[in-house]
């Protein structure tokens, strides 16, 4: 069985259909009325990344023939909260019927940023905190600015209350090892593939290719779990199923 960690990117594709409104004009009483009208159209991603997109349904056969098992995790979960488009609301969806497993993540968010210890462990690595950039983003920064002095720190404060899973993966440092070479805003995917490596899933699945060419052809990294793309992901399924 293949499990593979779903990204935002790829579950937000799997809707095939969106809810538009368009405008329409009905003469009533010898006047034009202007009314928004509900359709349904093709998804714009089904007709722009069609090859991706065909290798995508392939590969969702084969999670309902048993041969994949799709996991998602609660960042991720918050992501496509956060980031909800009406017009894919009630849309005819590829993962209609589909369950979704789910791991923990590889350290719990909520255990650092409901306190102000983020901006002291910020300040004493020399990074400033801005306001203005996502929490998961601040979040991934401060976890990429823990050397191992400051992780030794953390674990020896009875308040956060780590599970002994969480204190491995802080002394581990393989959080930092994937994201020293990227870009800030890549630090969630970076944090997303660390979760499904501990969780020991075999492929993060996503539609972002500069993230994965960033940690695929750009990096020397060991991945015991590889980012690809769909067709990279259906290349491996034809070969190893």
Not at 2 to 10: C, G, R, Y
Not at 47 to 73: H, K, P, S, W
Not at 162 to 167: G, L, N, R, T, V
Not at 201 to 217: C, E, I, P, Q, W
Request: charged share 25%.
């Amino acid at each position: 069985m293949i499990k593979v960690l779903l990204d935002n990117s790829a579950y937000k594709k799997a809707a095939i259909e969106i809810s538009v409104m368009t405008p329409k004009v009905v003469n009533w009483g010898g006047n034009d009325h202007v009314f928004q009208v509900s359709q349904v159209q093709r998804a714009k991603h089904m007709l722009e990344q069609r090859e991706q997109m065909q290798a995508y349904q392939d590969i969702i056969n084969q999670v309902r023939i048993g041969r994949v098992q799709l996991f998602t995790y609660s960042e991720l979960l918050h992501e496509s909260w956060n980031a909800a488009d009406p017009r894919y609301i009630g849309a005819k969806h590829l993962l209609d019927g589909i369950t979704l497993h789910h791991i923990d993540p590889a350290v719990e968010r909520s255990r650092f940023q409901q306190m102000e210890f983020g901006k002291y462990i910020c300040i004493k690595n020399g990074k400033k905190k801005s306001d203005k950039r996502s929490k998961m983003i601040e979040f991934c920064e401060l976890l990429r600015g823990l050397n191992e002095d400051v992780v030794s720190q953390l674990l020896e404060i009875p308040y956060f209350n780590f599970s002994q899973q969480e204190k491995d993966n802080l002394t581990s440092q393989r959080f930092r090892e994937l994201a020293q070479s990227l870009a800030t805003h890549q630090l969630p995917d970076a944090f997303h593939l660390w979760s499904a490596e501990v969780a020991g899933l075999d492929y993060f699945l996503s539609f972002d290719g500069k993230f994965v060419r960033a940690m695929t052809m750009s990096s020397k990294l060991n991945l015991p779990c590889k980012p690809v793309l769909p067709i990279t992901l259906l290349q491996i399924l034809y070969t190893i199923l």
